[in-house]
């Protein structure tokens, strides 16, 4: 009974604090999840091509946008997912350029790479707090996936075994208590899977070393991936750095039939130049195979590559379906509508639990005044 006291308290108490963010965090997931498609949508004069034919150059493009605005090039976003004309940033420069995929002609330009989403995107992962903001999501959602879940089972599983069928179905002509309460319990049981691999997942954002780690740790993976932020070139002082026009050359030597995601140049002297490709250019289904390759910006040399089919286990889980199982897009649409309204889920899990809390407060405090 002590157990179960305890228990209740913490899975009150935790709920109470860490559910105001999962709230936050779960409906700006919601939003996120049609990101691609209202992206296109919203920004079509930018993200949608008018023309069709031959491709033009990714070099001639860069070269237009370094002569049109005097800086050079950070970053090229070839046209895959939703986006089907060229995406470029300076490094002089704050917004991100479009430019036609078929005709080279300049679309305009945006202060975000994605446009409102990119903000729904920075409250969903860091709630506009940059590390701190995360480092809160990112607990946030442990403790829901390790905290409430493993309480919210113990507590919603009957003491006796015959009213197991309760606990599995909203009681009909219940009053506004036992709605509330069966609202909280019977929900909360059938949505607990989808929304713990959520939470997990989306852990990954905030604490990439620790889950790898973890998942190393399950899948016997003794390998671990370097961060890309810390992988550095060998500086030389006689040596320049690659060009762009090198750099795209190098880009078509490696994974010569898959679509290019992006280049990005180094940003500084010790930099890498880093290029990114996609098996699937479209917002399918199943796990996303992004290779990558990081080079030495003076050598052209191989520093790291990642290749989705050949590196080890835990990376393959991390980097191939993390991602698409995080956002839902591993089901295709299926998985993704589910998703949307998996996202309301936590805001609804706290309210109704807030309204339970509530409902136990009020009867105490009658009691007292009864006494």
């Not at 990119?118 to 590390?131: S, V």
């Not at 370097?226 to 490696?254: I, R």
């Not at 990558?292 to 990642?306: E, K, P, T």
């Not at 089919?309 to 956002?327: V, Y």
Request: proline residues 6%.
């Amino acid at each position: 009974m002590r157990l179960r006291k305890l228990l209740i308290w913490v899975h009150l108490w935790v709920g109470l604090v860490s559910g105001a963010v999962l709230s936050v965090v779960g409906i700006s997931g919601s939003l996120y999840v049609f990101q691609p498609e209202l992206t296109a949508l919203l920004y079509a004069d930018q993200f949608q091509t008018k023309h069709t034919g031959p491709v033009f150059p990714p070099l001639e493009v860069v070269k237009k946008a370094e002569a049109q605005f005097q800086s050079p090039l950070a970053t090229l976003n070839f046209p895959t997912r939703e986006l089907e004309n060229y995406q470029i940033k300076l490094k002089d420069k704050k917004e991100w350029l479009f430019y036609d995929v078929h005709t080279g002609q300049f679309l305009g330009e945006m202060k975000n790479r994605r446009g409102v989403f990119e903000g729904i995107l920075e409250l969903h992962r860091q709630l506009t707090m940059g590390e701190t903001g995360s480092l809160i999501t990112g607990t946030c959602a442990l403790l829901m996936a390790l905290v409430l879940f493993s309480t919210g089972l113990y507590l919603w599983f009957p003491r006796k075994k015959r009213f197991l069928r309760d606990g599995l179905r909203y009681k009909p002509n219940a009053g506004p208590k036992r709605r509330a309460y069966d609202l909280h319990n019977v929900t909360g049981f059938y949505v607990a899977l989808p929304l713990f691999f959520i939470a997990i997942t989306g852990a990954y954002f905030a604490f990439p070393e620790e889950t790898q780690t973890a998942v190393n740790q399950l899948t016997a993976t003794k390998e671990r991936l370097p961060e890309g932020k810390k992988l550095k070139s060998v500086y030389a002082m006689d040596a320049p750095p690659l060009t762009v026009a090198q750099a795209l050359a190098q880009m078509d030597t490696f994974y010569p039939t898959l679509p290019k995601r992006s280049l990005a140049m180094p940003k500084d002297s010790v930099g890498t130049v880093f290029f990114t490709f996609v098996e699937d250019a479209t917002v399918g289904a199943g796990p996303e195979l992004r290779p990558m390759v990081y080079l030495d910006q003076y050598s052209g040399q191989v520093i790291f590559q990642f290749d989705p089919h050949t590196s080890p286990l835990g990376a393959r889980i991390l980097r191939n379906w993390f991602i698409p199982f995080h956002f839902g897009e591993i089901g295709g649409y299926v998985t993704r509508v589910l998703w949307f309204l998996l996202g309301f889920l936590p805001a609804f899990l706290w309210v109704s639990g807030f309204v339970i809390w509530r409902n136990k407060q009020k009867k105490k405090s009658l009691q007292l005044r009864m006494a």
